[in-house]
């Protein structure tokens, strides 16, 4: 009597009819289970607004632990519950579904013998799938393929194959083939998938930073507007200002006349130097370009200070001449002093000024001693005065670096005030450059009636760039 390979595999022992379902269903079953984490990556990215999707954990461990059930639900469906040969097999071919990821090739393997004995089709075709998806070698996946469509045509025990049935044998080999290519087609599809999305991903992403060099280019461009209109309004003005001073400074007959001449006409050029120096920055359109003009320093205060028209008392302990202050700090410096001559200008005109500049440890032991000393002679500010010095020196302490104050006393009510216009922008202006160099900028009105700004700027600044 003769056993064709074809029945035993839709009706193995102790399982009449179970067959048809596991023949019926593998094919598309198994691939669906594992396709998912390979795009999980993917499709995180390109989720649809409003569509719920469950946590990555879940899915991963989802996508291992599903395909695993199938497995042995299949072998429980051919094999039964009775163990034996068939059913360890299958069983076993299932259980090295685990690690199907780190060693795809050696659970191919494993699973062959679950679909030559214990004829299970999960198993194989998912291990086949995770072959294909993970190490798409030509070779490999066509030894893998020979092997799978083999062990599906090869009956069990193979005394049982019959050759001269050719039919069954025609419809059997049909059925290996497409048990093996299914799955490496499947596979190959769910990596081209993947590799697709990942490059949509990175022309995503150079279309995004192409957007951005376009908006670079955009604030450039008008980074130049803005410059040719500051220099062709501005510049002209300063431009007749100066002319006009000369004019003066030649006609005049007064020497004081000629000498406040002298001084708007200084003025006006600096204000041309600084204007090309501004206009050149805008120009560039970003902030790694070499300054196109020195710089003010710490050097300069005293001639600024002596242009400024202003009753100033400059005091310094020298470090407006001791190098070693990182030039950003010294910029600052040199801008808050400004800034807070023009709001005296403004706001305190005839005003007394005293400007300090000095190194924070001596601006400690100033701040220490100096308002101690005034307690000694005005009892009644005793408490206030030495609080005062406290926090001074506790600030001095804390910066180490260079402190710049500047202190002008209440208004001359005879003097006349210039109208200048101000836009209320300067001293968040010069908070933020201290703050920028990891310093601080105390302004605040004073018991006499007039006005203080002090910065402290660290030893080592935060950034050196142009604060």
């Known amino acids: 009597m003769t056993v064709s390979p074809l029945p035993p595999r839709s009706s193995p022992p102790g399982t009449p009819g179970a067959s048809p379902a596991s023949s019926a269903a593998p094919a598309p079953a198994a691939p669906s289970a ?3 984490p390979s795009l999980s990556s993917v499709s995180s990215s390109q989720s649809v607004p409003g569509r719920w999707r469950p946590p990555r954990r879940v899915m991963r461990w989802g996508s291992l632990i599903i395909p695993v059930l199938l497995a042995v639900a ?3 469906l051919v094999n039964g519950v009775t163990f034996g040969l068939e059913l360890n097999v299958s069983l076993a071919a299932a259980a090295a579904l685990l690690v199907r990821r780190r060693l795809p090739a050696l659970v191919f393997l494993i699973t062959l013998p679950g679909i030559l004995i214990g004829y299970v089709w999960f198993a194989p075709m998912i291990a086949l799938y995770t072959v294909a998806r993970l190490r798409p070698d ?3 996946l066509g030894i893998s393929a020979l092997l799978l469509a083999a062990a599906h045509f090869i009956p069990w ?3 049982d194959f019959e050759p001269t049935a050719y039919r069954q044998n025609t419809l059997t080999l049909i059925d290996a083939c497409v048990t093996s290519v299914g799955p490496i087609a499947l596979g190959l599809l769910v990596r081209t998938r993947g590799e697709l999305a990942a490059r949509i991903e ?20 008008e980074r130049a507007r803005l410059a040719r209109e500051m ?26 006349a000629r000498e406040g001449a002298r001084t708007i006409r200084e003025l006006s050029v600096r204000t041309l130097d600084e204007l ?12 790694d370009h070499e300054e196109l003009t020195p710089q003010p320093r710490l050097a300069d205060l005293p001639r600024m200070i002596e242009l400024s028209a202003l009753n100033v008392s400059f005091e310094t302990d020298g470090a407006t001449r001791r190098p070693g202050h990182p030039e950003a700090v010294e910029r600052a410096a040199f801008r808050i002093v400004q800034e807070a001559l023009t709001n005296v200008r403004k706001h305190a005109p005839g005003a007394r000024v005293t ?10 032991q100033e701040a220490a001693k100096g308002p101690a000393q005034e307690a000694e002679d005005a009892a009644q500010e005793a408490e206030g005065a030495a609080q005062e010095a406290q926090e001074a020196a506790e600030k001095a302490e804390e910066t180490g670096g260079l402190r710049v104050e500047v202190r002008n006393g209440p208004p001359d009510a005879s003097a006349v005030a210039p109208g200048l216009p101000g836009g209320g922008h300067g001293l968040v202006g010069l908070r933020e450059r201290a703050q920028l160099l990891g310093g601080t900028l105390e302004a605040g009105p004073t018991e006499e009636g007039g006005f203080v700004v002090r910065a402290d700027f660290p030893k080592t600044p935060r950034v050196t760039g142009t604060a």
């Open 202 to 221: 990175d022309l995503t992403r150079s279309r995004r930073h192409a957007d951005e060099l376009i908006a670079e280019q955009v604030l450039s461009t």
């Open 74 to 76: 299949d072998a429980l």
């Open 276 to 287: 090309r120096h501004m206009v050149g920055i805008l120009r560039a359109a970003g902030g």
């Open 231 to 256: 220099h062709d309004v501005v510049a002209h003005q300063v431009s007749l200002i100066s002319l006009q001073a000369g004019a003066v400074q030649i006609s005049a007959e007064d020497a004081k």
């Open 157 to 159: 025990p193979v005394s």
């Open 355 to 364: 400007v300090r500049v000095n190194e924070a440890e001596a601006a400690r």
């Open 138 to 140: 030509r070779r490999l």
């Open 34 to 36: 594992s396709p998912t």
